[in-house]
């Protein structure tokens, strides 16, 4: 997961500050089986900015790099 980019893996802090549909999520840590997922476009990306927690089974693949700019 690209935590530089501010996916969060289980045991990772929850990133409140940036994703405002888990401010009032409990704990401080994201969730056994759950990940937080952003997508690369604010307007247009179905994220966890908008839905919060994603579940790990709904995972269809894993970023290995990140392209460079064309």
Sequence with gaps: MDRQA??????????????????????SHVPAGRVVLLGDNLALSHDSRRSGYFTTDRLLGVVVR?????
């Design 6 to 27: 501010g996916g969060r893996q289980p045991d990772d802090p929850i990133p409140r500050d940036t994703v405002a549909a888990l401010r009032a999520a409990p704990g």
């Design 66 to 70: 990140r392209m460079g700019a064309p």
